[in-house]
């Protein structure tokens, strides 16, 4: 009889087992449902997870940076100038007020994801959360930082994207009926 042979492991990862896909599978029926929404909510539905990611990402990148000044390196140098932006657009403490801008905005992007995940389930309500969510990441800096912090720092791709998501909310909102009829 031949010996079994005794080969080295490989490095390649075993593939995934039967039950990793289907936990995979209960947290997307969790989250998105069985059925896909018709195709217009899901064009929606993609720009609007554009602007939560970016909103988000932004947001959080805005936190941890006014959150850890005081690792870098040239801290002092940093607060400094801070300090002049707030002087230059006449705010008092501009760091705790980007902080508490930054944590509004992170929370307005749960409420943008929370919308744009019943939206997805074709419930009327996720547009409403949606388009407030969306509604706060843009008032945010005008109620912490003021109306001249925001026409010389926020840029027009803000509220171009904006705009453009909420257009096509209203619009997928108003034809709802019509992709019940469609699908």
Known sequence: M??????????????PKAEEFYTF???????????????????????GLVSFLYF????????????MVSVYPKAEKIKELFFSLGVKYNVWEPM???????????AASGIMLLGLLVMWRR??????????????????????????????????????LVFVVSCLLAVDFYLRPVGKVMK
Do not use: D, H
């Not at 059925?35 to 993609?46: A, E, G, H, L, R």
């Open 2 to 15: 031949a010996a079994a042979v005794n080969r080295p492991k490989s490095f390649i990862p075993p593939s």
């Open 25 to 47: 599978s209960r947290y997307k029926v969790f989250f998105l449902g069985t059925k896909n929404p018709w195709w217009f909510t899901q064009v929606t539905f993609y720009f």
């Open 56 to 67: 988000l990402i932004w947001n959080l990148l805005n936190f941890l940076a006014v959150t």
């Open 96 to 106: 705790v007020k980007i902080k508490w801008m930054a944590l509004t905005n992170i």
């Open 123 to 160: 419930k009327k309500i996720g547009y409403y959360f949606m388009f407030f969510g969306q509604l706060f990441c843009v008032a945010t800096p005008f109620v912490f930082m003021g109306m001249s912090y925001v026409k010389a720092e926020i840029g027009m791709f803000e509220y171009s």
